[in-house]
């Protein structure tokens, strides 16, 4: 007997639970339509969430997104589906949308879970933690991290040993192996684009050593290491446990570079790393911070003012573009770079190397459009049809696309267009009353 | 077949035989959580002091240690002469 899907119906389903996601849905649940929230990871809040602090204001990352996040769990019209994927959107006609979205199993039923993380505690398993970039191990049963929302335990089915321990140790016997793959058919009304971005992989350059030569890291990896949630008890080299007191900066590592397929500038590579140099000089008073860069791209409200501010507290600025990166004894980095404004290549020696890497689309979306094409830009990001007087507009009437899903943008610019997509959304929606 | 709740993974278990990695994995990481454990019994030590003790490649040392600092297990114990490394003791009360 073929089992029967699940069949849901909302004004709007958001794909997508990162800062931009999170702002249609919530602007869109406010106005009194139902929405569902599809996120495919664990947690909703996006990179946001795993963020130290925001340039050009220094503020705590997660003291903005957590009450956000917080608003958007608990709000009586938005439903969300963590650890699930759109695999189908089918267009019948004009407020009529037809998904397949697959709820993968948690083994864990949320509802019952209280945090406590005594499975956590109990598993005998260590494996890379995806959530710290690879830099400390997790559990097999494991939260996220602490200020994930729903803040209640996964099993890392892969990675289990099924030795039961955890089951033995929860309080609330929230955890269920027998959980299996739940499909639903979810009749919506529009749909709201919101998957976000990829960061560059620096495997793809080998000449900077990434992988092999274990100081160097990415800023992503660096981000970690600032926050406040951090894998290691301060600023470390994951090489060989050493505070680092020299450190480089490489921007553009996959950003304005054909040879990597990434032609485009990533436009927040230069304030991030500009931002985490700052913060660096707080963690580490002693230590002297160098960003070889090819332009600093300093465009926004009050950009301008915290490069300078970071020039006044000591960080250098070389206008270099770096070729190779090369690893001493002693785990030291040895930098060749040309010097632009010299027109001389020369070598710098560094003890941890800080690749600023680039964003990249997430493509996967336009694929599970069935019956229409959601057509990508040149650079494979989501095409905006009218990207002047009509921002979220997409190929497909009725589907709007919010945040990083159309090209790299910062924080507020993502909020700004997680914005204008639920306004859009919005104003198809009642085309449909009228 | 009523399920019995809190017993479930040997449901999971009959269905899923457990793969061979997974328990090989296991098994490394309980020997090295051992032999670190061991390592650091008798008086605090540095990554490169750990390295050679144990005979693993640095990075991997602070790996292996960083995930057993987050589990509870270990703990910073101040920073060297040259305010280079760290030293890393066993937690007071720390489970094991």
Same mark, same amino acid.
């Given at each position: 007997? /073929?089992?029967?899907?699940?069949?849901?119906?909302?004004?709007?389903?958001?794909?997508?639970?990162?800062?931009?996601?999170?702002?249609?849905?919530? @602007?869109?649940?406010?106005?009194?339509?139902?929405?569902?929230?599809?996120?495919?990871?664990?947690?909703?809040?996006?990179?946001?969430?795993?963020?130290?602090? *925001?340039?050009?204001?220094?503020?705590?990352?997660?003291?903005?997104?957590?009450?956000?996040?917080?608003?958007?769990?608990?709000?009586?019209?938005?439903?969300?589906?963590?650890?699930?994927?759109?695999?189908?959107?089918?267009?019948?006609?004009?407020?009529? +949308?037809? *998904?397949?979205?697959?709820?993968?199993?948690?083994?864990?039923?949320?509802?019952?879970?209280?945090?406590?993380?005594?499975?956590?505690? *109990?598993?005998?398993?260590?494996? $890379?933690?995806?959530?710290?970039?690879?830099?400390?191990?997790?559990?097999?049963?494991?939260?996220?991290? $602490?200020?994930?929302?729903?803040?209640?335990?996964?099993?890392?089915?892969?990675?289990?040993?099924?030795?039961?321990?955890?089951?033995?140790?929860?309080?609330?016997?929230?955890?269920?192996?027998?959980?299996?793959?739940?499909?639903?058919?979810?009749?919506?009304?529009?749909?709201?684009?919101?998957?976000?971005? @990829?960061?560059?992989?620096?495997?793809?350059?080998?000449?900077?050593?990434?992988?092999?030569?274990?100081?160097?890291?990415?800023?992503?990896?660096?981000?970690?290491?600032?926050?406040?949630?951090?894998? +290691?008890?301060?600023?470390?080299?994951?090489?060989?446990?050493?505070?680092?007191?020299n450190i480089a900066y490489?921007?553009?590592?996959?950003?304005?570079?054909?040879?990597?397929? @990434?032609?485009?500038?990533?436009? *927040?590579?230069?304030?991030?790393s500009i931002?985490?140099a700052?913060?660096l000089m707080?963690?580490?008073?002693?230590a002297d911070i160098t960003i070889y860069y090819?332009?600093i791209?300093?465009?926004?409200?009050?950009?301008?003012?915290?490069y300078?501010?970071a020039q006044d507290m000591g960080v250098e600025f070389i206008k270099g573009?770096?070729?190779?990166?090369?690893?001493?004894?002693?785990?030291?980095?040895?930098l060749?770079y040309?010097d632009?404004?010299?027109?001389?290549?020369?070598?710098a020696?560094h003890?941890?190397?800080?690749? $600023?890497?680039?964003?990249?689309?997430?493509?996967?979306? $336009?694929?599970?459009?069935?019956?229409? /094409?959601?057509?990508?830009?040149?650079?494979? +990001?989501?095409?905006?049809?009218?990207?002047?007087?009509?921002?979220?507009?997409?190929?497909?009437?009725?589907?709007?696309?919010?945040?990083?899903?159309?090209?790299?943008?910062?924080?507020?610019?993502?909020?700004?267009?997680?914005?204008?997509?639920?306004?859009?959304?919005?104003?198809?929606?009642?085309?449909?009353?009228? | 077949?009523?399920?019995?709740?809190?017993?479930? %993974?040997?449901?999971?278990?009959?269905?899923?035989?457990?793969?061979?990695?997974?328990?090989?994995?296991?098994?490394?990481?309980?020997?090295?959580?051992? %032999?670190?454990?061991?390592?650091?019994?008798?008086?605090?030590?540095?990554?490169?002091?750990? %390295?050679?003790?144990?005979?693993?490649?640095?990075?991997?040392?602070?790996?292996?240690?960083?995930?057993?600092?987050?589990?509870?297990?270990?703990?910073?114990?101040?920073?060297?002469?040259?305010?280079?490394?760290?030293?890393?003791?066993?937690?007071?009360?720390?489970?094991?």
């Amino acid at each position: 007997m /073929k089992e029967t899907k699940k069949i849901l119906e909302y004004d709007a389903l958001v794909v997508g639970g990162g800062i931009a996601g999170g702002e249609s849905a919530l @602007n869109l649940a406010n106005l009194g339509y139902k929405v569902l929230l599809v996120e495919k990871d664990l947690t909703i809040g996006g990179k946001m969430i795993m963020l130290s602090k *925001v340039f050009p204001t220094l503020d705590c990352a997660a003291c903005i997104t957590t009450p956000k996040v917080s608003e958007i769990a608990r709000h009586q019209n938005i439903t969300i589906f963590t650890g699930a994927e759109v695999k189908r959107i089918n267009k019948l006609g004009e407020h009529r +949308f037809e *998904v397949d979205v697959l709820q993968k199993p948690r083994y864990v039923n949320v509802a019952d879970c209280t945090g406590c993380q005594m499975c956590e505690e *109990v598993c005998p398993v260590s494996v $890379s933690d995806e959530y710290q970039y690879g830099m400390v191990g997790r559990k097999a049963a494991y939260i996220p991290f $602490s200020i994930a929302s729903p803040r209640a335990a996964a099993i890392d089915i892969e990675n289990c040993t099924l030795c039961g321990a955890c089951e033995r140790a929860c309080p609330t016997k929230c955890i269920d192996f027998t959980q299996t793959e739940e499909e639903f058919l979810v009749k919506a009304k529009s749909v709201v684009v919101a998957t976000g971005f @990829n960061l560059f992989d620096p495997l793809k350059i080998p000449r900077y050593g990434y992988g092999s030569q274990k100081n160097i890291i990415t800023s992503m990896q660096m981000e970690r290491q600032l926050a406040p949630t951090r894998p +290691f008890n301060t600023i470390l080299r994951p090489g060989d446990g050493k505070m680092p007191d020299n450190i480089a900066y490489v921007l553009c590592t996959g950003s304005r570079d054909k040879s990597v397929g @990434n032609p485009i500038c990533s436009q *927040v590579c230069c304030m991030y790393s500009i931002k985490q140099a700052q913060l660096l000089m707080g963690a580490l008073p002693m230590a002297d911070i160098t960003i070889y860069y090819l332009h600093i791209r300093a465009f926004g409200k009050g950009f301008n003012e915290f490069y300078a501010q970071a020039q006044d507290m000591g960080v250098e600025f070389i206008k270099g573009k770096v070729g190779k990166i090369t690893e001493k004894e002693n785990g030291n980095l040895i930098l060749r770079y040309e010097d632009i404004e010299a027109g001389v290549v020369k070598e710098a020696e560094h003890d941890m190397v800080v690749l $600023s890497v680039g964003i990249l689309p997430n493509q996967g979306i $336009s694929d599970v459009f069935e019956n229409e /094409k959601l057509e990508l830009d040149p650079f494979n +990001f989501v095409q905006q049809s009218d990207m002047l007087a009509s921002p979220a507009k997409t190929s497909i009437e009725g589907v709007f696309v919010a945040g990083t899903a159309s090209g790299p943008m910062d924080i507020p610019d993502s909020i700004l267009s997680g914005g204008a997509a639920s306004a859009e959304t919005t104003s198809y929606l009642r085309r449909e009353t009228v | 077949m009523e399920i019995e709740k809190g017993k479930t %993974a040997k449901y999971l278990k009959e269905k899923r035989p457990v793969p061979k990695e997974v328990t090989e994995q296991l098994k490394s990481f309980t020997k090295t959580k051992k %032999a670190m454990l061991e390592a650091l019994k008798e008086e605090h030590k540095t990554v490169p002091e750990l %390295a050679i003790e144990l005979n693993m490649p640095k990075d991997e040392v602070v790996y292996q240690l960083m995930s057993l600092m987050k589990y509870g297990l270990i703990e910073p114990d101040g920073i060297d002469d040259m305010d280079e490394y760290f030293y890393y003791k066993i937690k007071e009360n720390g489970k094991n």
